[in-house]
C-alpha cells in the first residue's frame, strides 16, 4: 500500500530555514510526482509547489519562489522540502502528497503523508 | 482568499443528503479535473473524489461528485455522524501567473 512517512515536528526561530522529509513506500517512487502542500492552524490547504522525482524538475508556487526548494533522492525514496527566511506566518502543518504519474502533472494529489507541524517562534 | 469558492459551513441530520458547492473559472475547474478531500480533525486530508466523479477504492458510494461548467459539487448521501469534517476541492491551475493547484477555503460540514 502506498505510504508516505514524513519527518517529526520542528521549532525554529525567526530567519531560519527547515527542511522535511518524506519518505515514499508502496509504489515506483519514480513514477509519480510529489506535491508539498502547507496548513496553518485553524486555517485551508496551500500548495507550495510540485517535484518530479524521476528529473528532479521542481515548480513552485509564486509566493514561495526564493525561499523553498524541493529536492529528492531516488536511492532512498525521499523527497524534502526546504523553506528558508523562516517568519510567524510560516508555522504550519506541511504535507507532502503524491500527485499524478509522470506524464500528467496536472493532477491533484490522492495520497498524503502525516503531516509535519513546524513551528516558528522566538 | 481562496481561488476557488467554498461555503464555510453546511450542515444536515442524519439520513439526509447534503450537497457543498465549489466555484472557479476558466483556467482551473473549467479546463481540469475537480478532486474532492475530507479531513477529520487533527488528521491528514484524504481523497474522496478525482476526475470530477470517481471514487477510490474504499469510499462509499454514499459520496458523490459532478461539474458542470467552471463549478463543482460534492454530494453525501444517508448522512452519519462521522461524516462531520471539513471538506475541500481542489484543481489544477493553468494561470499564466503561475501554474498549480488551487484549494477551496473549506466547507465545515455539522451533522446536527
Known amino acids: 500500500q502506498v505510504q508516505l512517512v514524513q519527518s517529526g515536528a520542528e521549532v525554529k526561530k525567526p530567519g531560519a530555514s527547515v527542511k522535511v522529509s518524506c519518505k515514499a513506500s508502496?509504489?515506483?517512487?519514480?513514477?509519480?510526482?510529489m506535491h508539498w502542500v502547507r496548513q496553518a492552524p485553524g486555517q485551508g490547504l496551500e500548495w507550495m509547489g510540485i517535484i518530479n522525482p524521476s528529473g528532479g524538475s521542481t515548480s513552485y508556487a509564486q509566493k514561495f519562489q526564493g525561499r523553498v526548494t524541493m529536492t529528492r533522492d531516488t536511492s532512498t525514496s525521499t523527497v524534502y522540502m526546504e523553506l528558508s527566511s523562516l517568519r510567524s506566518e510560516d508555522t504550519a502543518v506541511y504535507y507532502c502528497?503524491?500527485?499524478?504519474?509522470?506524464?500528467?502533472?496536472?493532477?491533484?494529489?490522492?495520497?498524503w503523508g502525516q503531516g509535519t507541524l513546524v513551528t516558528v517562534s522566538s | 482568499q481562496s481561488v476557488l469558492t467554498q461555503p464555510p459551513s453546511a450542515s444536515g441530520t442524519p439520513g439526509q443528503r447534503v450537497t457543498i458547492s465549489c466555484s472557479g473559472s476558466?483556467?482551473?475547474?473549467?479546463?481540469?479535473?475537480v478532486y474532492w478531500y475530507q479531513q477529520l480533525p487533527g488528521t491528514a486530508p484524504k481523497l474522496l473524489i478525482y476526475?470530477?466523479?470517481q471514487r477510490p477504492s474504499g469510499v462509499p458510494d454514499r459520496f458523490s461528485g459532478s461539474k458542470s461548467g467552471t463549478s463543482a459539487s460534492l454530494a453525501i448521501s444517508g448522512l452519519r455522524s462521522e461524516d462531520e469534517a471539513d471538506y475541500y476541492c481542489a484543481a489544477w491551475d493553468d494561470s499564466l501567473s503561475g501554474p498549480g493547484v488551487v484549494f477551496g477555503g473549506g466547507t465545515k460540514l455539522t451533522v446536527l
Open positions: 476558466s483556467s482551473n475547474i473549467g479546463s481540469n479535473y
Open positions: 476526475r470530477n466523479n
Open positions: 508502496g509504489y515506483t517512487f519514480t513514477s509519480y510526482y
Open positions: 502528497a503524491r500527485g499524478g504519474d509522470i506524464v500528467v502533472v496536472t493532477a491533484p494529489p490522492d495520497y
